[in-house]
């Protein structure tokens, strides 16, 4: 079994399985080391494979179900296995693991208490300022009651690391709210807090089960793969790790 972090909200729902994993217990090499589930072209295409069949195993079995990420703000209802761009999935079919793959991006999974409603969103800077979270939101909101979700984000970069410039402001439609979302001005930067964006977004829906695996990904090399420390370290490449949600 893999090791990944678990929700106490969503453990408590008896039809849905979970996992927030990390970069640990995997078989790929050197920057990919060891449980790598992107696809990139310098890494091993079976051990990418093992790595996925691993967390699948680890979750009880069924079929896993990634989109091409593109930072947008698609969301699509699925019932099988099938690659499309899109940055959130919501499903009902039992079996079906539906995730998201990060390296500093924040991986937000959603389940319905009552109902066999599940989602799983991917939300980097881009993604939550444009609304990748609302736009999931307004969907489920179609399917059932919203205060009976439960939201859970998980590892994602912390605000200390997550330096914005002012042109990253152009993607809000309002100037937002910025002791609530931004941190202590600092030369030209702001310091993003996308997990007190992504809770402020759930509450004006009416959304109270709220939960978080409160991990930076940045400062945890051996946790965790993160784009930006990568890209500060000048790495050619970085992996990601995965966080999926399904129902039995």
């Known amino acids: 079994?893999?090791?990944?972090?678990?929700?106490?909200?969503?453990?408590?729902?008896?039809?849905?399985?979970?996992?927030?994993?990390?970069?640990?217990?995997?078989?790929?090499?050197?920057?990919?080391?060891?449980?790598?589930?992107?696809?990139?072209?310098?890494?091993?295409?079976?051990?990418?494979?093992?790595?996925?069949?691993?967390?699948?195993?680890?979750?009880?079995?069924?079929?896993?179900?990634?989109?091409?990420?593109?930072?947008?703000?698609?969301?699509?209802?699925?019932?099988?296995?099938?690659?499309?761009?899109?940055?959130?999935?919501?499903?009902?079919?039992?079996?079906?693991?539906?995730?998201?793959?990060?390296?500093?991006?924040?991986?937000?999974l959603i389940a319905h208490k009552t109902q066999k409603i599940v989602a799983a969103v991917h939300a980097g800077w881009k993604g939550t300022l444009t609304g990748v979270i609302q736009a999931?939101?307004?969907?489920?909101?179609?399917?059932?009651?919203?205060?009976?979700?439960v939201c859970v984000v998980g590892p994602c970069i912390a605000p200390l690391y997550l330096e914005v410039k002012e042109d990253v402001l152009s993607f809000l439609p309002q100037p937002p709210k910025r002791p609530l979302i931004f941190g202590e001005h600092l030369d030209i930067h702001w310091h993003l807090d996308l997990r007190t964006m992504a809770t402020q977004i759930f509450q004006d829906y009416g959304i109270v089960h709220i939960d978080h695996i409160d991990e930076d990904t940045y400062s945890q090399p051996d946790k965790f793969f993160s784009y930006r420390r990568a890209t500060h370290k000048k790495e050619q490449d970085f992996g990601g790790q995965a966080s999926l949600i399904g129902l039995f």
Request: hydrophobic content about 30%; some cysteine; glycine content about 8%.
């Open 136 to 149: 999931t939101l307004d969907e489920l909101k179609k399917m059932c009651t919203l205060d009976e979700l």
């Open 1 to 108: 079994m893999l090791p990944c972090f678990k929700s106490k909200l969503l453990n408590q729902i008896p039809h849905v399985t979970h996992g927030f994993f990390t970069r640990n217990g995997g078989v790929s090499c050197g920057q990919y080391a060891t449980l790598n589930t992107l696809e990139r072209k310098t890494d091993n295409p079976q051990h990418v494979a093992e790595n996925r069949r691993r967390i699948v195993e680890t979750l009880g079995g069924g079929t896993l179900q990634f989109n091409n990420q593109t930072h947008s703000t698609i969301v699509h209802h699925v019932t099988k296995k099938y690659l499309q761009d899109g940055d959130a999935q919501i499903t009902q079919t039992p079996g079906l693991l539906i995730g998201v793959q990060t390296a500093d991006c924040m991986p937000i």
